[in-house]
């Protein structure tokens, strides 16, 4: 009986013990710190998984969390802008030292994108020029809302303006800082594209789906992509095939009668890959404003656009693309475009343009600090616009090579290079405008200097030299520098020449019918100086899970001998070289304040455009003085995206030194994501703003040459569009 008892005794007492160590109460202490600069993290939130047990780092990254069962435990850490950190742990713990916790920092969109506008292949952040991303989400989603062009998110960028030229046929270019289109380099993949007869027609030429990003330099840019990036440059660059493949289609239909059909592939097995991109866009004439001629053309337009992708080995790629794209526009009197022309109803533009191209890169990695590149391309456009009493006819061609080396050596980098870019027009039979044959051909070298101190200085040295078969010869330096002065705060300063060649038919193409541009005198070469500065900060509140982003830029340039357009009575344009030439300057402003699923961006834009040589009339025209943005953009569920957009456009001069009225622009879209299925209902311009609501665009004669308003406001009004996305 005793022995039976005491066994009890003992089993009782184990249990207890047993039981007391299951339940035992143990503390975790840990420090958490960045895994790269090891400084210590205040708000880290860590948590016993499985449990509502945990807590959070104070400023010296120290905490403490207590209650923790013995066992085997999961901690989880989590810290906005850092990587979720998971660790198994044991309780109770061997020591009672402190656990140390490394988080590494989580690449932002921002920091993942790699610019190749510079050659350097170079993350955005260490970029001592400042250039602007739009990703391939942004670009995905904005085939939902505009699948014909890439015109809307680019109009979207603060700085940038896109500017309708023709108030029947809508043809646009793209202004930059204040200055005229011309003055803005267009680049695709690297390479000229979308210029002299492409001019007022190329963006609307760019469909977003076959681009994989855009990157856009505001401010001299000529240093190393030559003459004519005086205001800046685009460069849009066509996506590559992936390890997986890819099939998107798009339907998109538009309250203006618009429908768009666009299809993107992509694949890649073994050593080789291809993209295919096609689309077709048909639009009905529209006469919006009931006074008989078209605000929207009768359009139809293809664009095929395959590609080719070789990769011998992973240290080389080679490229081939074919491009081909025809345009058919037909505005003007609607009676006309009916087919019900008569003797009081004449007048019609007919805008026929056929572009083909053929581009390749060829790209090798010496080593690790060597790479090499080769492309070039080759392009045809033809063009014939027809009036009822005029005819603009002829055919482009223009050819372009490349080869740069690049050579790093630790905090060095160098680029050497050089290039060759001819451009041939020809008139065709029956051309009745005034411009005549040219032949262009110009050969460029180019070196660049870049030394780098991480997280402090980044420094950029270039020149260029250029020869002009007709101009003769340039010199082009550039600097540039990025100084980090805080992990929240850097500064940027770039300073850089530039030259533009006169070219009539590429003056002539801004205008609303290439109507005669007639030089008073010998047109001479533009020179230009200028430079930006400016200063972002960017600031995690990780208490409230916010992220705060501010930049704010200041632009000059100065365009020596700049060659100015003065419309005549009878509808043609003379131009002159100033002597004063032309200035612009002002403020570029951006804030971004993002929470998810909540992103909030606020823009504005102050300019001051000059005419340094006319004290009458000093304003260069079609430039708002003042121009304010905001978006706002918030994620509902998991399958809800929501948008609403508004822009303030301020007061415009005009070419007979008017003042235009400031006007509000409104725009929002809801996008359902369903499966491998976007559904998408977009409005653009809600209030329905137009130009005709202030005054007429189109004044008489109206039966055989009407004379047309210059435009500063939109024309078509209210657009709704639905489109269907499905990936595959």
């Not at 403490?64 to 742990?89: C, R, T």
């Not at 460029?444 to 007709?470: C, E, K, M």
């Not at 980090?484 to 801004?510: C, D, M």
Request: charged share 20%; hydrophobic share 35%.
């Amino acid at each position: 009986m005793k022995k039976h008892l005491l066994k009890r005794c003992v089993l009782i007492i184990s249990l207890i013990v047993t039981g007391g160590g299951l339940f035992a109460q143990n503390t975790l202490r840990a420090i958490v710190t960045d895994s790269s600069t090891h400084e210590k993290l205040n708000g880290v939130v860590i948590v016993i998984t499985k449990t509502t047990n945990g807590g959070v780092s104070d400023s010296s990254g120290m905490v403490e969390i207590k209650n923790i069962a013995n066992g085997d435990q999961v901690i989880e850490a989590s810290y906005v802008g850092y990587q979720k950190k998971v660790l198994s742990l044991h309780f109770p713990m061997p020591n009672s030292k402190p656990v140390q916790i490394l988080l590494q920092p989580e690449q932002s969109e921002i920091e993942e994108v790699v610019v190749s506008s510079m050659r350097t292949n170079s993350r955005i952040e260490d970029i001592p020029i400042k250039v602007e991303v739009i990703g391939i989400d942004d670009l995905t989603e904005e085939s939902s809302f505009k699948p014909g062009n890439v015109s809307s998110i680019l109009g979207d960028v603060s700085g940038v303006q896109i500017q309708q030229t023709s108030a029947v046929s809508g043809n646009s270019v793209v202004r930059m800082q204040g200055l005229d289109g011309r003055y803005t380099m267009l680049l695709r993949d690297g390479m000229p594209a979308y210029t002299g007869l492409s001019g007022g027609l190329s963006i609307l030429q760019i469909p977003p789906l076959d681009l994989k990003q855009v990157e856009i330099i505001k401010g001299p840019a000529s240093t190393i992509n030559g003459g004519g990036a005086i205001a800046g440059l685009i460069n849009f660059i066509t996506k590559e095939p992936t390890d997986s493949s890819e099939a998107t289609f798009l339907l998109n239909q538009s309250t203006l009668s618009e429908t768009n059909m666009n299809a993107y592939f992509s694949g890649k097995k073994n050593n080789i890959g291809y993209t295919f991109f096609g689309g077709i866009n048909h639009q009905f004439a529209m006469d919006v404003n009931h006074d008989g001629f078209s605000d929207v053309p009768k359009t139809l337009s293809f664009l095929l656009h395959p590609q080719l992708f070789f990769y011998p080995d992973d240290k080389t790629k080679l490229r081939i693309g074919i491009l081909a794209n025809y345009d058919n526009r037909l505005g003007g009197d609607m009676q006309v475009i009916q087919g019900e022309a008569d003797s009081a109803h004449q007048y019609y533009e007919k805008n026929v343009s056929e572009n083909y191209g053929f581009d390749w890169m060829l790209s090798h990695v010496i080593t690790d600090k060597q790479d090499i590149s080769f492309k070039g391309s080759i392009d045809y456009s033809s063009r014939d616009f027809e009036t009822n009493y005029s005819n603009l006819s002829g055919n482009q061609m223009s050819a372009y090579s490349e080869l740069y080396y690049h050579l790093g050596l630790n905090q060095h980098n160098f680029i050497f290079g050089g290039n060759y870019l001819a451009d041939l027009y020809r008139r065709n039979t029956g051309d009745t405008s005034t411009f005549n044959n040219y032949t262009y051909q110009t050969i460029g070298l180019f070196t660049q200097y870049s030394y780098t101190i991480p997280d402090l200085l980044n420094f950029q040295a270039g020149l260029r030299g250029d020869w002009h078969n007709v101009y003769g010869f340039f010199v082009l330096p550039s600097v540039a520098a990025l100084i980090h002065a805080t992990k929240e705060f850097s500064v940027r300063i770039n300073g850089g020449t530039g030259y533009k060649v006169p070219n009539l038919l590429e003056i002539a193409a801004q205008n609303e019918d290439f109507s005669p541009v007639v030089p008073t005198s010998t047109l001479k070469d533009e020179k230009s100086y200028g430079g930006t500065v400016e200063w972002n900060y960017k600031k995690v509140f990780t208490d409230k899970q916010v992220v705060l982003f501010v930049n704010q830029t200041f632009f000059y340039t100065y365009v020596q001998q700049a060659i100015i357009e003065t419309e005549n009575p009878d509808g043609s344009y003379s131009v002159s070289n100033t002597s004063g030439g032309a200035t612009t300057m002002g403020i570029d402003n951006y804030v971004r304040v993002s929470r998810k699923p909540i992103d909030f961006y606020l823009g504005y834009t102050f300019t001051y455009p000059r005419k340094n040589s006319d004290k009458a009339e000093p304003y260069l025209t079609l430039t708002p003085l003042n121009r304010a943005a905001a978006v706002l953009t918030s994620d509902i569920g998991k399958h809800f995206k929501v948008g609403l957009e508004g822009s303030l456009i301020g007061p415009q001069y005009l070419d007979d030194g008017s003042k235009t009225k400031t006007y509000f622009l409104l725009a929002a879209s809801v996008q359902y994501n369903v499966g491998r299925v976007t559904l998408v209902v977009n409005g653009e311009n809600l209030l329905d703003v137009r130009q005709t609501r202030f005054g007429p665009v189109v004044y008489p004669p109206y039966d055989t040459h009407p004379q047309f308003a210059q435009i500063w406001a939109p024309v078509d009004g209210r657009v709704i569009n639905f489109s269907v996305m499905v990936h595959i």
